[in-house]
């Protein structure tokens, strides 16, 4: 053999050789990229799965801390950090959402949290617990509360009936009463005459009593009136011989005549003499007697 055809021969080797380990290069980058691009999109199945995971995790802690709030707001606790914190739960549930590419430390991250976070709704249970505890026993306290008052209330109720149902007796003992009632008819000479009445005398009556001794009236000024009641019921009076009204529980009532007088408990006589002008009805009269605005006796003639 030549040396020109040894020296092809050889080039031809290299030539080879090198063909040989550009192929071998070039299959093992496209084996490289292949093998990679698998790893990737496993390390991205992986992340989506644990993506997926977390984010259900997130949503199923912020429910249940939702309910705990809720709880712990009816027994009166307080939930101002809670809401922040399911706030910012939903905050890094969105921003799971958005990171589409695989992000190693913020699965890492949240994955702590979630872990910190299901400690957190233990603890709170056992808040809410306590709460429950707690409010069962302002409740019992409460019931005690309301069973001392309403006894209070009682013993001040049956107190106040009792002062009440001793000042109406005070008060119906303070009342004047009126004694020796005496009922005489003056005729024109001035003649007074007890009984019957004739009526072409009976124009002008008289009535004359005491006032009875009362240690519990207090001394003061009281007006006392008389009402003459002719048979059909209706009460003489005339305004200008003077007679007028009065009224007792808000309703009008007239007098035929009245004075005033200052009780002095001495059993003082008082004496009305009231001239109708006119003949009295034939009849059953009635004379009542008032004080301020109650009765304090009665007495009757009759006119024949």
């Excluded at 939903?90 to 190693?104: F, P, V």
């Excluded at 009532?253 to 200052?262: A, E, L, N």
């Excluded at 003499?273 to 008032?290: A, P």
Aim: glycine share 6%; proline share 1%; hydrophobic share 35%.
């Amino acid at each position: 053999m030549s040396e020109a055809s040894s020296g092809k021969s050889k080039r031809d080797q290299i030539r080879i050789i090198l063909i040989a380990a550009i192929a071998i290069i070039v299959l093992g980058s496209a084996y490289k990229i292949y093998t990679d691009h698998q790893a990737k999109e496993a390390l991205q199945a992986e992340y989506d799965a644990t993506r997926t995971q977390l984010t259900t995790k997130l949503d199923s802690i912020s429910g249940q801390l939702s309910d705990r709030i809720s709880e712990i707001a009816r027994l009166g606790g307080n939930i101002d950090s809670l809401v922040t914190l399911k706030d910012s739960i939903t905050s890094e549930r969105d921003q799971l959402q958005r990171t589409r590419m695989a992000n190693k430390a913020l699965i890492q991250r949240l994955d702590r949290k979630v872990t910190g976070y299901e400690e957190l709704l233990i603890a709170k249970d056992d808040e809410i617990a306590e709460l429950k505890e707690l409010n069962t026993q302002l409740l019992d306290e409460n019931n005690t509360l309301k069973e001392e008052q309403n006894v209070l209330n009682k013993t001040i109720n049956e107190a106040e009936q009792k002062q009440e149902q001793l000042q109406q007796r005070i008060n119906l003992a303070a009342k004047l009463q009126a004694e020796n009632i005496q009922v005489f008819n003056v005729n024109s000479r001035g003649r007074e005459r007890e009984g019957d009445f004739r009526q072409r005398q009976a124009q002008k009556v008289k009535v004359t009593f005491n006032l009875a001794e009362n240690e519990v009236a207090p001394a003061g000024g009281h007006k006392i009136m008389i009402q003459v009641v002719d048979p059909a019921g209706n009460v003489v009076f005339d305004v200008a011989r003077g007679s007028g009204s009065f009224k007792i529980d808000g309703r009008e009532q007239f007098y035929t005549s009245m004075q005033q007088i200052v009780f002095d408990n001495s059993k003082q006589e008082l004496s009305f003499v009231y001239d109708k002008g006119s003949d009295f009805e034939v009849g059953d009269h009635k004379i009542i007697i008032w004080a301020d605005n109650y009765e304090i006796g009665q007495a009757s003639f009759n006119v024949r």
